[in-house]
C-alpha cells in the first residue's frame, strides 16, 4: 500500500517539492556557512520523495546546544515559511476524505520542517 501511495503522491506534486529541496540544498551548499543547512533540505527532499513507510526520529545523540543553536538558526532563515506551508497543505488535503493520507504526509514534512537538526528519517 505505501507503494500506490507514494506513487500517488511522486504524481501529484511530490516530485516538484522533492526537486524543489535539492535545488535548495544545492543554493545552500554553494557557501561552506550553508552546508549543514544544505544537508538537512537534502534529507527533506529525499523525506518528500518517498514520504509512505517512512518516518522521522530524533535520535538519542541529538542532546546538546549545538542542535539547539541550529534549529533555531533555521527557524529564523526560514525554515517556518516551509513548516507554515507544509501545514497549509496538510490542513487543505484533510478536508476531504480521500487527501487525508497525504495531508498526514505534510504534517510529518511540518515536524520537520520545524526542527531538522538531530532528526533521522527512518523505515517504519
Known amino acids: 500500500m505505501s507503494i500506490l501511495g507514494n506513487i500517488i ?18 543554493a545552500l551548499m554553494v557557501t561552506i556557512v550553508g552546508i549543514p543547512f544544505g544537508l538537512q533540505t537534502l534529507k527533506m ?13 530524533v535520535h538519542e545523540r541529538a542532546s546538546g546546544c549545538l542542535y539547539i543553536i541550529m534549529n533555531v538558526l533555521w527557524l529564523i532563515c526560514g525554515g517556518i515559511c516551509i513548516a507554515i506551508t507544509h501545514a497549509l497543505f496538510g490542513l487543505l488535503l484533510c478536508i476531504t476524505i480521500v487527501g487525508i493520507p497525504f495531508g498526514m504526509q505534510h504534517f510529518k ?6 526542527n531538522p537538526f538531530g532528526r533521522d528519517i527512518v523505515s517504519i
Not at 506534486?13 to 535548495?24: D, H, L, R, S
Not at 514534512?109 to 520545524?114: D, F, K, R
Open 9 to 26: 503522491w511522486l504524481i501529484f506534486g511530490g516530485i516538484v517539492i522533492a526537486i524543489e529541496y535539492f535545488i535548495g540544498s544545492i
Open 109 to 114: 514534512l511540518t515536524a520537520i520542517a520545524l
Open 45 to 57: 527532499g529525499a523525506l518528500a520523495i518517498w514520504p509512505f513507510g517512512r518516518d522521522t526520529r
